[in-house]
């Protein structure tokens, strides 16, 4: 109720919510609230002021959609490509491309792209290009590229086939990285399954554990779904491990230069734990252009 830090001036963060427009509570068990989470999950919910009954807030919070089978990543796609050149302001490892002629074409899908994810593939070397999530896969072959990355973005991916199918397609002809839901589509696209969690994973301090290695990092996660472990495809398997509920987060595929993670390697600010799936998939990305004789 007091302003009382030097660098906030007499600006309460009362009048700096209103001034941005930013709903705030207080006042609340949120002990309570926390509790009820945990036990029956994520839930639907929203905040009113005091001039609203208790029976119509309950309404109000019953009308608000489920997030399960509804398209959000359209809602926050680029509407066309573009070319991406800023790097990252700082880079932990040795670059694996120096001259211009020798950065290979990575194409972006933006399902809610963060700048950060393009400004380390930047610094790792390659050129980008950010395509629109239902940009089709023979749209992609046009530009000819060495890699495909699969971004983070929000919502259900059993409600964005139309990733799902370019994911299909370009898997058999490009090495791909994805993260969270990139990670998650590239599951559905290669034969898994996928499920909303419980409740969402949401925060920098979560523990995940690479296999076969049993490293453990620090991740930044923020999603509600999660790839199905018992539904992988034999020529799939479980590359990282959530230590707090053993969910699935990460993958591989035997054969194919194919990898994604269901946390934020690229986090900004960190943890920078897995900066080096960077790296892995700048040699991905390297060992499919030594094989592989285009015309």
């Not at 792209?113 to 072959?141: C, M, Q, W, Y």
């Not at 199918?165 to 994805?178: D, Q, T």
């Not at 018992?230 to 990460?250: A, F, M, Q, R, Y």
Request: aromatic share 8%; proline share 7%; with cysteine.
């Amino acid at each position: 109720p007091v302003a009382s830090s030097w660098r906030g001036g007499a600006k309460s963060l009362d009048s700096f919510l209103k001034e941005y427009g930013i709903p705030g509570i207080s006042g609340i068990d949120t002990r309570m609230l926390v509790r009820i989470l945990r036990t029956k999950g994520a839930q639907r919910g929203v905040i009113l002021d005091g001039l609203v009954s208790e029976n119509q807030a309950i309404e109000k919070a019953k009308a608000v959609p489920s997030i399960v089978g509804i398209d959000m990543v359209d809602r926050v796609t680029s509407r066309q490509a573009y070319d991406w050149s800023e790097p990252a302001f700082r880079f932990a490892g040795e670059q694996k491309f120096s001259m211009e002629s020798d950065r290979p074409l990575v194409v972006a899908y933006d399902f809610g792209i963060k700048h950060n994810i393009l400004r380390l593939l930047v610094t790792h070397g390659f050129r980008v290009r950010v395509v629109p999530a239902n940009t089709p896969a023979s749209e992609v072959d046009k530009l000819a590229p060495a890699g495909i990355f699969l971004s983070n973005g929000p919502g259900d991916p059993d409600a964005v086939p139309y990733a799902i199918a370019a994911a299909r397609e370009l898997s058999a002809k490009y090495p791909i990285f994805g993260i969270c839901l990139g990670h998650q589509i590239l599951g559905l696209a290669l034969g898994a399954k996928t499920y909303k969690l419980k409740f969402g994973h949401r925060g920098a301090n979560h523990p995940v554990q690479e296999m076969p290695s049993m490293r453990v990092e620090v991740s930044s996660q923020n999603h509600g779904f999660a790839v199905d472990s018992k539904s992988l495809p034999p020529d799939l398997e479980v590359s990282h491990i959530n230590l707090n509920d053993n969910t699935v987060s990460g993958m591989r595929h035997k054969s194919l230069p194919l990898f994604s993670v269901q946390y934020h390697p690229e986090a900004s600010p960190g943890p920078h734990d897995s900066d080096y799936l960077f790296l892995q998939f700048v040699e991905a990305v390297r060992s499919r252009a030594a094989v592989v004789v285009r015309p």
